[in-house]
């Protein structure tokens, strides 16, 4: 059997990596997976194909793409023609980018930091303090902004905008922010695991709150 067009380089507790393998199996995409953690980073192989050392990047045939909300836009575009993923009017791509970059701010600094300091003790130019401060403020707004009836982020149906965020949102409670508190989010998080396809990060070994 040949090898799939499409090579994915992460690591399987990475949520960047994460949203990408999200997108690829929704589109029923076959992939392969590369294993990329520090060590292999710092490779003249992996910084050939991306010089900042880091994941996810993605090869499809002579493309190398790094940068997950780069690559959920240029699958999105790529691979589903009906634009479900990515709205093609100027407003729902508008509404699509507005929460990349939320993905690629609030999200970053707040849950994921906050997570990457309990896992590996990384982050050093977040405090953490204000990591929790700020996936707070943003798991707040978001609470508000799901309340019924609105079901996914950007649309009335799943895009790429609800995969840039969902990863590191459900794991929050493993950099020691709950979810309790905000029901519309849990329940957001539900709709996105209940996506044909969808597959769950693995959880890490560190204990997690409610």
């Excluded at 710092?42 to 910084?47: D, G, H, N």
């Excluded at 982050?123 to 707040?140: K, S, T, Y």
């Excluded at 020691?176 to 969808?198: H, K, M, N």
């Amino acid at each position: 059997m040949s090898e799939p067009a499409i090579t994915l380089h992460g690591t399987k507790l990475s949520g960047h990596a994460h949203r990408v393998e999200l997108l690829l199996r929704m589109l029923g995409l076959p992939y392969a997976y590369r294993e990329a953690d520090a060590g292999v980073r710092r490779t003249p192989a992996f910084l050939a194909l991306n010089p900042l050392g880091q994941i996810p990047v993605l090869e499809d045939g002579g493309l190398v793409l790094a940068d997950s909300n780069a690559i959920l836009v240029y699958l999105a575009r790529r691979y589903d023609a009906g634009g479900r993923w990515l709205p093609e009017t100027p407003e729902g791509a508008a509404h699509v980018q507005r929460w990349l970059s939320i993905a690629a701010g609030e999200v970053s600094f707040g849950p994921a930091a906050a997570r990457a300091i309990a896992l590996w003790n990384m982050r050093p130019d977040v405090d953490p303090v204000r990591a929790a401060v700020l996936a707070g403020r943003l798991f707040g707004f978001m609470d508000e902004h799901l309340a019924s009836p609105r079901l996914f982020l950007a649309a009335a149906h799943a895009t790429i905008a609800d995969l840039a965020c969902y990863s590191y949102i459900a794991r929050a409670p493993e950099g020691g922010i709950g979810l309790a508190p905000f029901p519309a989010v849990r329940a957001w998080l539900g709709r996105v695991e209940a996506l044909p396809g969808f597959e769950a990060m693995p959880h890490s070994a560190v204990p997690a709150v409610a």
